[in-house]
């Protein structure tokens, strides 16, 4: 984010403070430039216009400081305005409250809002010596609060006021409730080129921001006003900071409460250093043992963020989805008829029609007397007196009445209210990565955005001093690197965010460069080569210098050692050169653990057991998977068991498992079939 201008304001709640520079009082100051003081919000709410003004016509981007909270503690916004946009609250506040230089409601306000919620709380703390009615002078003695005592960011920055006490030294509860307006005002004045963050983002010619002086300021210099001198000194602070650290900064995720930039987000959980650390035996480890490994020991490693459903196919649920309203919301009708007060009993039937007719999205409001009928049609709200639907084929009419047989049950053709979801109820949980489904079933329950995962990134390295690229020219002992295009579409294919880390060679030090740079741009990265325990086979003893190198020697054919670690903190899955062995320990082993990293579900792939029309017989000791494919019902296995022939993989449709017993399999025995579809390919 590039902003030419850096101005930071410390914002007052109190009436006018004189002519003279005084503490307390208002205060801005644009970054290189001297603060400046003023008496009243009136002046500053001016002179801001101006700057803003002046700035835009010179094509020059603001970034203007605040420091009071722009959002309320969780719930709050709703409870008052019936909206989860803090922008309400701002309009709100900005019909409530009255302001001029030597006066303002704002104890009064606090209580009315007191009032309102249902009593003594949440707002404490009055600045005035009259009584207000519903306003109690010590936080202690409130008598109702619903909302927690402080935001998220609070939580996260030690010593902040909360905003629900109004008076006291250092209190922000009346600066939020007289800035909110003011904000608001500059919002609409300049509207589209005017961003609040972290609401709307940070992509504007103005972008207005919550700060936080006390976090970063310093002491004031000896006779200099300890606001005059914050404000100077976090203009200058945030003046000095790169595009690439104010981005980093404003990647944060508060849709309601807001955030104070500069405070960094709590980061998603990271993983333990021994987290791939395996009980070290003589003994090959079985492919079931090292998945019941990954899946007790991975867990999600990415953060959230909120999004449009429109927006949401394919991403993972970060948070179980409640439905907000029951789905029908009423009862309606399920087909086009006619509908009345059922039960109705055996033998033919003639029943009056009332004047009108009931239709999707135009209901009838009146009362159907009883014994009386009404033309309905498919989704209309069933009209009060009616409970029962009767289809227009099952009758004759002479549009005075309606001529049919009995009997109808009660409720017959009808929907129930709430039969589909009822309000409050889970409809889907964390960890599901959405479908299309998904979209109408959440639309449906009244749902119009969700937190979901960001993206896990997928960093995927080759190397090998003898691997050129597809399509270059190679001498004769070069191979092409087969392995990097194929994990990078397998990833892209999971629904992973892909980074493609190129290609790197046989030397130690050139691919530590390569991971120190992968680890600040990847959650997870994919190697293959060098992962065995040979003297070029870097990856594995670059991860063993970091400590946390696991080299898993699974029972598994194709297969050779994979190499696991953390690269600063990063997951290094270290797959086999060999592509056929890289592709069936991405698709066995990556597969289930990128899922858990980037916070969806651990799963085993679904497989079939289909006749062999192959024979074979193997030893005890190691699981094997067989390039193979469906021909007239039965499943072929790949003429070569050889790994290093890539065109079988593409020859086949699936693997064929073999489980780590001795078998002897003939012509017609089933075995198990797992199509590459299985794999989420
Ligand atoms: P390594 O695990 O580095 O010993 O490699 C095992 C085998 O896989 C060697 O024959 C390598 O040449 C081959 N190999 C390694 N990386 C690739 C790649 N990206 N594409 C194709 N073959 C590779
Ligand atoms: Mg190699």
């Known amino acids: 984010m590039t902003y030419d201008t850096f101005v930071m304001v410390d914002w007052s709640g109190g009436n006018d403070r004189g002519p003279r520079p005084t503490k307390d009082a208002i205060w801005a100051c644009i970054a290189g430039q001297d603060p400046v003081y003023f008496r009243t919000r009136q002046l500053v709410e001016v002179w801001l216009t101006d700057l803003f003004t002046t700035e835009m016509a010179a094509d020059r981007r603001v970034l203007a400081g605040f420091d009071f909270p722009f959002g309320y503690p969780a719930g709050f916004t709703k409870s008052v305005t019936g909206s989860n946009d803090p922008f309400a609250l701002w309009t709100w506040f900005t019909d409530h409250i009255t302001d001029t230089p030597k006066t303002n409601n704002r104890f ?48 996260c920055a030690k010593g902040s006021f909360t905003c629900w006490q109004m008076a006291g030294a250092g209190a922000v509860g009346s600066q939020v409730m007289m800035g909110l307006p003011v904000l608001h005002r500059l919002r609409k004045l300049f509207a589209n080129n005017l961003r609040v963050w972290p609401f709307e983002g940070a992509g504007a010619a103005i972008t207005i921001a919550e700060i936080w002086p006390t976090l970063l300021a310093g002491p004031a210099p000896d006779g200099m006003i300890k606001d005059a001198h914050q404000v100077q000194a976090i203009a200058a602070h945030f003046a000095s900071l790169s595009p690439a650290d104010l981005t980093n900064l404003m990647d944060v995720n508060a849709p309601e409460e807001g955030w104070i930039l500069g405070v960094l987000q709590p980061k998603a959980p990271t993983l333990r250093n021994d987290c791939f650390a395996m009980p070290q035996g003589a003994h090959w480890t079985p492919v079931s043992e090292a998945l019941t490994h990954l899946q007790d020991k991975l867990s999600p490693v990415t953060s959230s963020k909120k999004i449009e459903i429109t927006r949401a196919a394919g991403h993972i649920l970060a948070a179980d989805v409640t439905a907000k309203r029951a789905h029908p919301p009423a009862p309606n009708s399920a087909v086009d008829g006619y509908a009345f007060a059922g039960p109705i009993g055996q033998g033919a039937h003639a029943v009056p029609l009332v004047d009108g ?258 024979s074979k017989t193997k030893k005890a000791g190691r699981r094997e998977y067989i390039r193979a494919r469906i021909e007239e019902g039965q499943v072929v296995a790949f003429g070569s068991e050889g790994s290093g022939r890539v065109s079988g993989l593409s020859w086949a449709s699936g693997l064929v498992e073999l489980g780590d017993e001795a078998q002897a399999i003939n012509h017609g025995d089933f075995v198990r079939y797992i199509p590459f579809e299985s794999f989420g390919l």
Not at 405 to 422: C, V
Not at 562 to 568: I, T, Y
């Open 108 to 155: 009064d306000v606090a209580g009315d809002l007191n009032a309102l919620l249902g009593g003594a709380g949440p707002f404490w703390a009055n600045g005035l010596s009259r009584d207000i009615p519903n306003l109690p002078r010590k936080g202690r003695d409130r008598s109702s609060s619903q909302f927690p005592e402080r935001r998220r960011v609070e939580t």
């Open 357 to 614: 007719r009931a239709a999707a999205g135009t209901p009838y409001t009146s009362q159907v007397p009883n014994g009386h009928a009404i033309r309905i049609l498919t989704g209309a709200a069933m009209p009060r007196g009616t409970d029962t639907v009767i289809l227009q084929e099952d009758v004759t009419t002479d549009r005075a009445k309606i001529l049919f047989h009995g009997p109808l049950k009660s409720g017959a053709n009808a929907r129930e209210a709430g039969e589909d979801m009822t309000a409050g109820q889970i409809v889907l949980t964390s960890g599901r990565t959405l479908t299309a489904a998904d979209l109408a079933t959440m639309a449906a329950a009244g749902i119009g955005s969700v937190t979901v995962r960001r993206k896990l990134r997928v960093g995927i390295l080759s190397t090998g001093d003898e691997l050129a690229q597809a399509g270059q020219s190679a001498r004769i002992d070069q191979i092409y690197d087969a392995n990097r295009p194929m994990l990078c579409a397998v990833a892209r294919k999971w629904g992973h965010k892909v980074i493609d880390l190129g290609c790197g060679p046989d030397n130690r030090d050139e691919l530590r460069t390569i991971l120190n740079d992968a680890a600040k741009r990847c959650d997870v990265i994919l190697t293959s080569g060098g992962a065995s325990a040979g003297d070029e086979d870097h990856i594995s003893a670059l991860l063993q210098d970091t400590g946390s190198l696991a080299l898993w020697r699974v029972a598994m054919k194709p297969g050779r050692p994979l190499a696991l670690g953390l690269w600063d903190g990063v997951p290094v899955f270290g797959l086999p050169g060999n592509p056929v062995a890289a592709m069936v320990c991405a698709l066995v082993f990556a597969r289930p653990a990128l899922s858990v990293l980037a916070g969806g579900e651990w799963s085993d792939p679904v497989g079939y057991p289909v006749p062999a029309a192959f």
